[in-house]
């Protein structure tokens, strides 16, 4: 099997102050130990990060490990779905179009890192078992949130892909709870797939938009052709604007418990209501 790659998602913004942090106070820097369980799936030189310029120094510090070379730099953020696709398309000429991508973003804490681990392992093996679908992972609610996304299942299998029937970004708090009644499962946002794969979740629309990507990677000032093409980019959220609009395309994966929480804190709650009852 070829041995997969992992993006670590390291530009997007600043999770909100929340309760969640607390938690996080005595752990280590998120980045960091997305960085170390990167590590557990793959060799270093496999690592890749997209971080946004100028960088926030505490962000790109655990970063130094890796190679200079596996530092995909935007000249600003500009939505996930344009995090995503720069990854992507700088990846496509190094590495086999059938080779497993993991993407990983840096705004969660985990307490059990091997449950983390394996669930990062069984889908890398289904990416290269089935390499069409592209794979979520998604985690049991502890309750109706209100920032992330919810991932309804036809099935309710645990330990197989299975496909998507609902996929919902940040519903408010009482579609939430309908949408948890319905098995829904918060997006991680941790998913992989083929480079062919992902590339595809990116629709016809988006074909001028990659075709001058492309020629800014191969131009000799390639910084100066990036902020170009930024500059000119309307942001564009992945789940959103292509998860959302593309269940066909998705199959989710369950975690199992292993204390994934998210760095986000709810936004408004209904009056007398706790956002994270159950």
């Known amino acids: 099997m070829t041995e997969a790659w992992c993006v670590l998602l390291a530009s997007r913004e600043d999770p909100r102050p929340c309760v969640a942090q607390q938690r996080a106070r005595n752990k280590r820097d998120p980045l960091a130990a997305t960085l170390r369980r990167a590590a557990t799936v793959t060799s270093c030189e496999r690592i890749a990060a997209v971080i946004a310029a100028p960088g926030d120094p505490w962000r790109q510090s655990p970063l130094n490990e890796l190679a200079p070379r596996n530092l995909f730099i935007q000249p600003k953020h500009q939505g996930t779905a344009y995090e995503v696709l720069l990854a992507l398309l700088l990846l496509e000429a190094r590495i086999s179009a059938a080779t497993p991508v993991l993407f ?4 969660h804490v985990v307490d059990d890192e091997e449950v983390m681990t394996n669930s990062l392992m069984t889908m890398i093996e289904w990416i290269a078992e089935e390499p069409d679908p592209v794979y979520l992972l ?3 609610p502890q309750g109706p949130h209100d920032q992330l996304g919810y991932i309804v299942p036809w099935h309710d299998a645990i330990l197989m892909p299975t496909g998507v029937y609902e996929f919902v970004e ?4 009482h579609r939430a709870r309908r949408l948890i009644n319905a098995g829904g499962l918060w997006n991680t946002f941790i998913f992989g797939g083929s480079v062919a794969s992902l590339i595809k979740l990116f629709p016809a ?3 001028a938009t990659i075709a001058t990507l492309r020629a800014a990677l191969r131009s000799d000032r390639v910084d100066l052709e990036l902020v170009r093409q930024y500059d000119c980019m309307t942001p564009v959220d992945f789940s959103q604007d292509l998860l959302a609009r593309q ?3 998705l199959k989710v994966l369950r975690l199992l418990r292993c204390g994934w929480w998210p760095l986000k804190s709810p936004a408004l709650n209904p009056p007398g ?3 994270l009852a159950s």
């Open 104 to 107: 990983l973003p840096a705004d």
């Open 138 to 140: 998604g985690a049991l």
């Open 170 to 173: 940040r519903p408010d708090i």
């Open 205 to 207: 629309r988006f074909a």
């Open 247 to 249: 269940t066909d395309r």
């Open 273 to 275: 209501h706790s956002a």
